[in-house]
């Protein structure tokens, strides 16, 4: 793990230099092979959501906390879990869990499973990741004699539940970690009912990067007098990320992509498309192009996602082509680019995106192809982060650049629009789950779909969800 990211998607001066606080790991009251484990890792000084939940947590209250991927937040609920399980001694019986942790994605309950790994280097606690993708034998397997800490996404969780291959009612530990996507995956029944397995008196925490009211509600029917810490300001804007936009016609964007591309200072790129047939096209054609690219979405296969990661963390592939869903557990330093192909409708998927570069405390270039159907959004992205994105010029494409046909984006849109011709999803964008489901459409984890075959996903209502 690197050494900090911290603060770096929080706006004030003073909020980055927040971090910079007396305390220590070692005041807020953590044992020593934890402080072991962190001093391994080079963590000298707590972050400030740390700073404010592990003393509460060691203390057994509850905690709702408003904080994004990059306030440290893994660490502040991993720690003090960590410490309380040690200290308690006691084991989970067959087939139960002492601790579960939610994640909406895959690669964020992996990204979990791994921090709490390195945190518990000298501390005797077991623990499993239990995702959809994979054969569940050897989760199955590993949940047979009782595992300390379960981290899961909703679906697979509760088909194993279900299947009688895990209890919950031991566990006393829950903590839901961005709430608020699992909220915008449709996952929030499944929540419930998960919840519904846990005993009542139980130490709970809650993490969202977003506070819908959906999520304060379901943060009052499952915590108990909980501390509110909030580490993200309401407005986000990532200062250190020079950004721009291109007024783009749509058919123009791979052409604009192309010449950017040239450009060797684009050591490291993430592009974003808006749906899962896009981002597998737009990287078929960067290959074609001689590009080393790879796509990452939900349709995806775990391994083939995992290997997409990893080639781009190692810098063998230059260019990830991401849905949002699938890029919210990306945490990958050096990213010099972030490219919004299309344009996010969801305002707060823009300041997600954007923050995937300047991590660590580097800086970042992040650019947006906006064509005119997308103006709406732009207004929206302005609105939200309170400032204009600077017009960037249009430089010459070739003459025989490709064009994207009309037939091609219209097969984008197809994926695009899963509930056209149904019920509108509440947040106005794909992936908006709530009530408005079309009936039959379980919700679905990210990646938990079959491999799309691009190109094969006409027409409405498919089902296919944006990421
Ligand atoms: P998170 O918000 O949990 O995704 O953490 C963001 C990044 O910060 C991860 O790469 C962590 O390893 C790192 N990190 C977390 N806490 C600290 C700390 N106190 N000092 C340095 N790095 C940290």
């Not at 230099?17 to 000298?44: D, I, N, Q, R, S």
């Not at 990532?238 to 016609?249: A, G, K, P």
Request: with cysteine.
């Amino acid at each position: 793990m690197r050494p900090h990211g911290i603060c770096h998607a929080v706006g004030s001066r003073a909020e980055r230099l927040c971090v910079l606080t007396e305390t220590t790991f070692k005041t807020l009251g953590l044992a020593e092979p934890l402080l072991k484990a962190l001093a391994a890792e080079k963590y000298e000084t707590p972050t400030p959501i740390q700073a404010q939940a592990i003393p509460v947590l060691l203390e057994g209250g509850d905690i709702f906390g408003l904080a994004q991927t990059g306030t440290g937040k893994t660490a502040a609920f991993t720690l003090p879990l960590l410490q309380r399980l040690t200290a308690e001694r006691k084991t989970a019986g067959p087939r139960g869990t002492r601790a579960l942790i939610l994640a909406p994605t895959r690669e964020l309950a992996v990204q979990i499973g791994e921090s709490i790994r390195t945190y518990s280097r000298f501390a005797p606690v077991t623990s499993v990741v239990i995702t959809g993708g994979v054969n569940q034998f050897r989760q199955v397997k590993a949940l047979a004699r009782g595992v300390d800490i379960v981290v899961a996404t909703p679906g697979r969780l509760l088909d194993l539940a279900k299947q009688g291959h895990l209890v919950l009612h031991s566990a006393q530990t829950l903590i839901l970690d961005e709430a608020d996507r699992m909220f915008d995956m449709g996952f929030i029944r499944d929540i419930r009912k998960i919840v519904g397995m846990l005993p009542l008196k139980r130490h709970t925490m809650l993490f969202s990067a977003t506070m819908p009211p959906e999520i304060e509600k379901l943060a009052r029917e499952i915590l108990q007098h909980p501390k509110r810490i909030e580490v993200t300001p309401k407005v986000i804007t990532v200062d250190r990320i020079d950004q721009h936009v291109y007024h783009v016609d749509g058919r123009a964007k791979r052409a604009l992509l192309s010449e950017l591309i040239a450009d060797p200072a684009m050591a490291r790129i993430i592009v974003f498309t808006r749906t899962k047939h896009g981002a597998n096209r737009l990287a078929e054609q960067l290959v074609r192009d001689g590009h080393s690219a790879d796509a990452i979405h939900g349709n995806k296969s775990q391994s083939a996602r995992q290997r997409a990661l990893e080639d781009f963390r190692d810098a063998r592939s230059r260019i990830l082509v991401a849905t949002d869903i699938a890029a919210r557990g990306i945490d990958v330093d050096g990213i010099t680019h972030v490219v919004n192909f299309d344009l996010p409708n969801e305002p707060e998927s823009y300041v997600h995106r954007i923050g995937r570069t300047a991590r660590a405390g580097a800086s970042g270039i992040a650019i947006s192809f906006c064509d005119p159907s997308e103006r709406k959004y732009l207004r929206d992205i302005e609105r939200l982060i309170k400032r204009t994105l600077a017009p960037a010029n249009m430089p010459e494409l070739p003459k025989n650049a490709p064009m994207d046909s009309a037939s091609d984006r219209e097969r984008s849109a197809g994926d695009r629009r899963p509930w056209q011709g149904k019920a509108k999803p509440n947040r106005g964008g794909p992936g908006g789950g709530g009530n408005n489901r079309p009936k039959g459409d379980r919700p679905r984890e990210a990646g938990a779909g079959k491999p799309a075959k691009a190109g094969f996903r006409r027409g409405r209502n498919n089902g296919s969800r944006a990421a």
